[in-house]
């Protein structure tokens, strides 16, 4: 089974960037559907955005335009890129995999599960 280690959180200014790394290990995540999560204090955990392994990405509408997914296959690694931060934008952000064929926000959906990297931005 996969294992998934997060890296690359901290703290930003609004306005800032940051780039999430989700590093897998023991398989190879080609052949997973990979998502990125979040979790604010207080709050249920919600998806930010879902691949298929293939081109098909979807994203929460709060995240749109802002935040890219992409993978490397190569590198066994998934990565969340987040621009245009917003102090909403603050939580614990996980990543998640699941073996299936369809895009899925839903964390009910998702089998395997890093421990998460805290990202802050401030005002």
């Known amino acids: 089974q996969v294992q998934l280690v997060e890296s690359g959180g901290g703290s930003a200014q609004a306005g800032g960037s940051l780039r999430l790394s989700c590093t897998a290990s023991?398989?190879?995540?080609?052949?997973?559907?990979m998502a990125w999560f979040r979790q604010a204090p207080g709050k249920e955990r919600e998806g930010v955005a879902a691949?298929?392994?293939?081109?098909?990405?979807s994203y929460a509408e709060s995240v749109k335009g802002r935040f890219t997914l992409s993978r490397d296959n190569a590198k066994n690694t998934l990565y969340l890129q987040m621009n245009s931060l917003k102090p909403e934008d603050t939580a614990m952000y996980y990543c998640?995999?699941?073996?299936?064929?369809?895009?899925?926000?839903?964390?009910?959906?998702?089998?395997?599960w890093g421990q998460g990297t805290q990202v802050t931005v401030s005002s």
């Open positions: 998640a995999a699941r073996r299936g064929r369809y895009v899925s926000l839903l964390s009910v959906s998702y089998t395997y």
């Open positions: 023991g398989d190879t995540i080609s052949g997973y559907l």
């Open positions: 691949d298929d392994s293939g081109t098909g990405i």
